[in-house]
Each structure stands twice: as C-alpha cells, then as structure tokens.
C-alpha cells in the first residue's frame, strides 16, 4: 500500500510563490514517475506536471511552463512543485499521484494512488 501526503498549500497572492511537497511511503518511490494535478470548483481535474523515476524527465502543461518546477528528492521519498509567478487561476486543489511505471505522463488514468490534496488560493 502506498500513501501519498501533500503538503505546502495555502493562501498567496498573484506574483508571489509557493512549494508544495508530497511525501510517499513505500520503499520504491525511486522506480516510479510522480504527477501533480489540480482541481478548482466546477472544472474537471488537469494535469499539471509529471516527472521520470530519476528525475532526468519532466512534462508540463502550457499553462504552467516556465512558472512551475517539479523535482524529486529519491533519497527522502519526496516530489516537489515549485510554484513562482502565481495567478489567481491556479487556484485549486493540488494533488500528487504516483504512477506504476518509470516514465512520466499526463493522462490521470495512468497514475494508480493519489495523495488528498493541498489547496493553492491566489489572490489578485
């Protein structure tokens, strides 16, 4: 059984940062791609980042690109998202999820545990 727990959320305003942290259990985080999506109100879930099981590749979606950084720390069961240059429409809830195989992708149907959510408001 893997667990996923999000943490970092919270209230910011437009232009400032925030970095979120999902930490897994399990003893093979290393072999697995991580992904974070988000969810705000009334909209479907969108994916918003994934990265490789070593980190060497990273997709982002276009409305994140170049705002949004997301890392791994093997050693310490840990996926990062560094978020910089915030929006009040990246309000939602941000959630981590692994995904059974080593390469990353953007299809939520790909990822097999999902963490609880961290909310992300920005304010304008």
């Known amino acids: 059984q893997v667990q996923l727990v999000e943490s970092g ?12 942290a999902c930490a897994a259990s399990g003893r093979t985080f290393s072999t697995y791609a991580m992904g974070w999506f ?3 109100p009334g909209k479907e879930r969108e994916f918003v980042a994934s990265i490789s099981w070593s980190g060497a590749n990273t997709v982002y979606a276009d409305s994140v690109k ?19 240059s915030l929006k ?6 941000y959630y981590c999820a692994r995904r059974q195989y080593a390469i990353a992708t953007i299809d939520a149907n790909d990822y097999d545990y999902w963490g609880q959510g961290t909310q992300v408001t920005v304010s304008s």
Request: charge should be positive; avoid cysteine; hydrophobic fraction near 35%.
């Open 88 to 93: 009040p429409e990246d309000t939602a809830l």
């Open 66 to 84: 170049g705002r949004f950084t997301i890392s791994r720390d093997n050693a310490k069961n840990t996926a990062i998202l560094q978020m910089n």
């Open 9 to 20: 959320g919270g209230l910011a305003q437009a232009g400032g940062s925030l970095r979120l």
């Open 38 to 40: 988000r969810q705000s």
